[in-house]
């Protein structure tokens, strides 16, 4: 198979329902009449090589992966996925090693077995097993722990391959061949050769580095010997250079020079192990979490862009990160090597782009938002694969903040006495656990002793006076079903999206529009002519979609301005009749979204039945297909029962 056919079964596996030719056609950007005879390449590579699956073709509705021996095709799909070289360091890297761990081993993993592989405490693990949690969770996969054995993913086959399929194909390493910037000299052969060295000291030294790590390093270092030739130098401000070289990390750099100077017959300037020196330094610095860097570290400009940069994403997004010393360390680590790698054109490919624009969509707005003050502060053009790296520091602290977010506060009202008010005290703390803090239990009459701003809501027995300020629910003391659906209503835990932010004015569908232009315009026209947005609503959307593409896949994206600028949260829905080129992708439904200027709301639901609904084909494909508007939000409403 060829790497386009290699692609297409990619869409295939995990999939539980046929799949037109046209739909696999709009993704791969080739003809219905090549995805035919693809799918008959394939489906003879897999019957030839006894691989234990066949492509079937349906009439009338599409193809179909059927796997007839799943233990010898899980082989196969095993055999494909790379092995790292490199033990996970970064928090992320180690979740993606255990999602793989899991979805590719058959039996049961203990516990400490990966704490003893990853080199980190238990503690450590754990909290790493609980973003695999919330990653497996998206496939309705679950680990299934058991005494003495340990941990096992539990699910139905076609949601591990799904999962498989998304998570582990979609993020196979770039190759060194593919990072290096076109049009340059230096043979591959050579540039594997600095891989190896670096890699033989790192090892010698057991300094270890994940795999975006060390092919930025290996790329950096490759780069450096084509400019050296040239005479080019790399330049560092004396103080950065007088840090760096009291380091231990600025002897490895110099070990790793000299062997490639005697390898490659090239004389390095002694700046170039400085500047290798301090991207080891970097990458110790972000990964030891027990001990953040004094500001010292860093110089005051570095320092002030974070801060910055914080602040503004806090103040734009609605989040809680301004005092997130964690956050402002790892983003001013980051950012000292990057403005050198700006500063020197040294491009780096981030092979996490797609995933973290797909999963993470407010951490990378977070990102997108960032770059503008690095933009601004150091007059360089910030690409989306940093972004992306950015981004990731910012979910990290997005999910903090959520650790810190205090439970909702709820007051009982009960006139019937201490034992009823008693009674469903605990039958609420016992459904409902740390999700809601009580704060007592009173009669009606003593209601206003109080501080309403002490209270988020109030479950009460009896019907409470008009002029109460505070939401409230009344219920029965014994707490019926419904009764209960409306105390999550209150906390927050459910919530109908559709109803929320999605109105039929504002859906269009199969439109006849020819570029990405003609219909961020359209839909931005629509809403300045309804009075919800200024004259500079389409600017701004064009601007955002200027520093990275909004295309989603799946004929999907999901425009947004840069900036809020409405009054409320809802989206806007067209589709179009035929696909249309939007960045690198085809697109056929577009989901423009507005966040409130000053929004005051948990997102995060949203966020995740938004990718949720984009994310599915099956359900695109229905949205895409639909006549009316009122027929899309029927589709959205069935697809989130």
């Not at 801060?307 to 806090?314: A, D, G, I, K, T």
């Not at 680590?333 to 040294?346: D, N, S, T």
């Not at 605990?426 to 704060?439: C, D, E, S, W």
């Amino acid at each position: 198979m060829n790497s386009r056919q290699f692609n297409l079964l990619t869409y295939l596996i995990g999939e539980e329902e046929p799949i037109t030719g046209q739909y696999l056609a709009k993704q791969i950007q080739v003809t219905s009449r090549t995805v035919r005879n693809d799918l008959k390449v394939i489906d003879h590579f897999l019957s030839s090589e006894s691989l234990g699956a066949s492509i079937k073709s349906l009439k009338g509705k599409g193809y179909i992966l059927e796997v007839e021996n799943e233990q010898v095709f899980n082989e196969y799909l095993k055999s494909c996925i790379e092995e790292d070289e490199q033990l996970p360091i970064e928090p992320e890297d180690r979740v993606h090693f255990l999602v793989k761990k899991f979805l590719l081993e058959s039996h049961f993993i203990k516990i400490e077995d990966l704490a003893d592989e990853l080199y980190v405490s238990r503690s450590t693990l754990q909290n790493d097993l609980r973003d695999v949690k919330v990653v497996l969770d998206r496939y309705n996969l679950c680990l299934e722990k058991r005494p003495s054995y340990g941990l096992k993913v539990i699910g139905k086959e076609k949601d591990i391959r799904e999962a498989i399929s998304d998570l582990l194909f979609k993020r196979v390493s770039v190759s060194l061949e593919h990072l290096l910037p076109e049009g340059w000299e230096l043979p591959l052969d050579d540039v594997n050769l600095i891989r190896h060295i670096v890699l033989e000291h790192l090892r010698g030294v057991k300094l270890n580095l994940s795999d975006i790590a060390l092919n930025n390093l290996v790329v950096h270092i490759a780069i450096a010997c084509h400019r050296v030739k040239t005479e080019q130098y790399v330049t560092l401000v004396n103080k950065d250079r007088a840090m760096i070289m009291e380091k231990p990390e600025f002897q490895v750099a110099e070990a790793i020079i000299k062997d490639i100077e005697q390898a490659l017959n090239i004389n390095f300037p002694s700046v170039e192990i400085s500047y290798v020196a301090m991207h080891l330094l970097g990458t110790k610095l972000f990964l030891d979490q027990t001990t953040l860097p004094p500001k010292e570290a860093f110089d005051e400009q570095i320092m002030e862009t974070v801060e910055r940069m914080v602040n503004l994403v806090s103040k734009t997004l609605d989040l809680d990160i301004e005092q997130d010393k964690e956050l402002k360390a790892a983003v001013a680590i980051h950012l000292k090597p990057a403005i050198h790698r700006y500063k020197y054109k040294m491009a780096i490919r981030n092979p996490m782009l797609e995933a973290i624009k797909t999963n993470y969509p407010l951490a990378f707005d977070a990102g997108v938002i960032a770059s503008k003050v690095i933009e601004e502060h150091y007059k360089i053009k910030v690409d989306e694969h940093e972004i992306g790296y950015i981004a990731l520091h910012f979910g990290a602290a997005i999910e903090r903040a959520k650790m810190k977010t205090k439970p909702k506060r709820c007051l009982i009202v009960c006139t019937t006495g201490l034992g009823s008010a008693q009674l469903l005290l605990y039958k609420m703390r016992a459904k409902f656990g740390n999700q809601l803090t009580i704060v007592g239990t009173t009669e009606l009459h003593r209601l206003n002793e109080y501080n309403s701003k002490s209270i988020d809501f109030i479950v009460s027995t009896v019907p409470l006076p008009k002029d109460i300020n505070v939401p409230y629910v009344v219920v029965s003391t014994l707490l019926g079903g419904n009764e209960l659906s409306e105390i999550e209503t209150m906390i927050g835990r459910e919530r109908s999206i559709i109803d929320n932010y999605v109105d039929e004015s504002f859906i269009d569908v199969r439109l006849e529009l020819d570029t990405m232009h003609d219909c961020l315009w359209y839909l931005s026209e629509k809403l300045t002519q309804k009075g919800l947005v200024s004259q500079g609503y389409a600017v701004s959307v064009l601007e955002r979609e200027a520093i990275a593409t909004t295309n989603f896949g799946n004929l999907v994206a999901i425009p947004h301005p840069l900036e809020p600028h409405t009054n409320k949260t809802f989206w806007s829905i067209l589709t179009l009749k035929e696909p249309i080129t939007w960045g690198d992708s085809q697109v056929q439904l577009v989901c423009l979204l507005n966040i409130a200027k000053n929004n005051k709301e948990n997102l995060e639901p949203m966020y995740q039945q938004l990718i949720y609904l984009m994310d599915n084909k099956n359900i695109v494909n229905q949205i895409i297909n639909a006549r009316t508007p009122r027929d899309v939000i029927k589709v959205m409403k069935g697809a989130l029962k």
